[in-house]
């Protein structure tokens, strides 16, 4: 089946590393994705990570993906109040064309 | 390059009647999907074209139906509409090369009344 699980809410110190999970189901998703919406706003692709990869690492933003557990985390080091948004993970699922399944969302709150 | 656009950005109707959403890709791309976004269920898949063919398609009812132009244009169509309908409404593309290239618009918000 196709479920994307992520914690609904994590609040974090300006500066410090925030670490947002996600668990997913389907192993045969081909590529697993982070992305940040702002109020109003629509998706903004932050970093994606194909499923043959163990880590990528995009200036402040780090991906693991553990392919046994299926879990995936994203890290956002010197976290800014510019980050606080909410972050969805999404998966491709079997079908591998432009259907992505997504979790609910993490809200990330970041005080100052 | 200019991102995905929607239009309208926002939309009132009432119950019964019917809508049409707009989405333009990025130039070049061929793929465009569209999402419902609602606080109860979230992001939540419609459908997708690529190259004017309807390639997947979510678990919505057959009040929802989408087209895709020759120039990758899509128009989404909500016919009789219901209160659920209200959500905000996103289009994403992406290149032929791969998944990868996935980019979404701003969103259409239709509030039906």
């Known amino acids: 089946g196709e479920d994307v699980e992520q914690s609904l809410f994590l609040s974090v110190r300006e500066g410090d590393s925030s670490v947002i999970n996600c668990t997913y189901t389907?192993?045969?998703?081909?590529?697993l994705y982070w992305y940040k919406q702002e109020p109003g706003a629509g998706l903004q692709l932050l970093t994606y990570?194909?499923?043959?990869?163990d880590m990528k690492q995009d200036q402040r933003l780090t991906v693991l993906l553990n392919k046994k557990d299926k879990h995936l985390s994203l890290r956002i080091a010197d976290t800014q109040t510019g980050d606080s948004a909410i972050y969805f993970c999404a998966e491709t699922g079997s079908s591998n064309t432009g259907k992505l399944i997504f979790g609910q969302g993490t809200t990330l709150q970041v005080k100052p | 390059k200019a991102g995905v656009t929607q239009t309208p950005r926002y939309l009132i109707k009432t119950r019964g009647q019917q809508v049409t959403l707009s989405c333009s890709p990025i130039?070049?791309?061929?793929?465009v999907s569209w999402y419902q976004q609602t606080p109860g269920q979230g992001l939540q898949f419609l459908f997708e074209?690529?190259?004017?063919?309807?390639?997947n398609k979510g678990n919505f009812p057959g009040r929802f139906s989408g087209r895709q132009f020759s120039n990758s244009r899509s128009e989404m169509n909500v016919s009789t509409l219901e209160l659920g309908d209200s959500a905000l409404y996103l289009c994403a593309s992406s290149s032929s090369r791969g998944l990868e290239t996935q980019y979404f618009g701003p969103g259409t918000r239709l509030l039906v009344l």
């Open positions: 130039s070049g791309h061929r793929s």
């Open positions: 990570i194909f499923s043959n990869m």
């Open positions: 389907d192993s045969s998703s081909t590529y």
């Open positions: 074209y690529f190259s004017e063919t309807q390639r």
